[in-house]
């Protein structure tokens, strides 16, 4: 059974760098061909998929994201991480990791169970 656990701060302050972790347990990170996903859900919206780290360790970027963006991971640990830099309020969200399977159509088949951050001044 794959499981994801998100950790980090739940209160970050505005124009400072927001930073999660994903801890997956059940499964590498690096075996082929998965994907591994940082998406949010902000109050009263949708989800939002910030990016992606891939198995081979590429990583690609919402567009409207990425110039604030960072994914990495530490192959050691089993864990991937997302830096968000210069929040505001509007950063407010959910943030959850989820495993992108290529074998499903790219569907997401394991999640972890979320995370709050609060973007205050």
């Known amino acids: 059974q794959v499981q994801l656990q998100e950790s980090g701060p739940g209160l970050v302050k505005v124009s400072q760098t927001l930073s999660l972790t994903c801890t997956v347990s059940?499964?590498?990170?690096?075996?082929?061909?998965?994907?591994w996903s940082w998406i949010r859900q902000s109050p009263g919206k949708g989800l939002e998929w910030m990016g992606v780290?891939?198995?081979?360790?590429?990583?690609y970027y919402n567009a409207s994201l990425k110039s604030r963006t960072s994914i990495s991971r530490d192959t050691s640990k089993n864990q991937f991480s997302l830096q968000l830099s210069s929040v505001t309020p509007e950063d407010t969200a959910v943030y959850y990791c989820?495993?992108?399977?290529?074998?499903?159509?790219?569907?997401?088949?394991?999640w972890g169970q979320g995370t709050q951050v609060t973007v205050s001044s």
């Open positions: 989820a495993r992108d399977n290529p074998r499903l159509g790219h569907e997401y088949d394991y």
């Open positions: 059940g499964d590498s990170i690096t075996t082929s061909y998965y994907a």
């Open positions: 780290i891939i198995y081979d360790g590429s990583t």
